[in-house]
């Protein structure tokens, strides 16, 4: 088992900080604009609590701006509260779940909503200009979850292609790597 408030904290402060002027701006997520990420952000943050009580959701499609509430900046942060305090009960990681339509052991799901925090946190904080640290021991957790997808499963469902980083470098660089992610994304 891990802690996921303190990668939740830290995605719930850039989701705080992000601006009206923000919400338009492309992401390293090419499909998704920053309010279009924020929704998928939102959904998954219920999906994963749901995952961690045994109770899935259905039809949480995410990833639509028009679907953001207006007062994102408070309800985002409030899930991923929730989020991180369902993940502390010891039965969330026992036995089976599901999330996003896909029946999983529940220390994978617990693996994997860390995963979408990390990923979806640097990516709202790097389309809006703001820091975004982890932790590295919850950054190690990432790295073993995003180095077991194989290159066969790397076709833009879950992630897309690797994109090369040294393997000196910073491990969320190598995280983002894997996940097909370019570390040096930027707004030009």
Do not use: N
Request: with cysteine; glycine share 10%.
């Amino acid at each position: 088992m891990f802690d996921l408030t303190p990668a939740a904290d830290r995605l719930a402060g850039v989701v705080r900080g992000v601006t009206d002027r923000d919400l338009k701006a492309p992401t390293p997520c090419p499909e998704y604009a920053v309010a279009d990420l924020l929704d998928h952000v939102h959904g998954l943050a219920l999906a994963f609590t749901m995952a961690a009580r045994k109770t899935p959701v259905t039809g949480s499609g995410t990833g639509d701006a028009a679907r953001l509430p207006l007062d994102f900046r408070e309800s985002i942060p409030a899930r991923l509260t929730e989020l991180a305090q369902a993940w502390r009960a010891p039965e969330a990681w026992e036995g089976m779940t599901a999330a996003g339509g896909v029946d999983l052991p529940g220390e994978v799901a617990a693996a994997v909503a860390l995963d979408e925090i990390v990923l979806h946190g640097w990516d709202l904080a790097r389309a809006t200009g703001q820091d975004f640290e982890v932790e590295e021991d919850l950054l190690q957790v990432v790295h073993g979850f995003v180095s077991s997808i194989g290159p066969d499963d790397r076709d833009g469902s879950l992630f897309g292609a690797a994109v090369e980083v040294d393997s000196t470098a910073p491990v969320l660089d190598r995280v983002l790597g894997l996940s097909g992610r370019d570390p040096k994304w930027s707004l030009g």
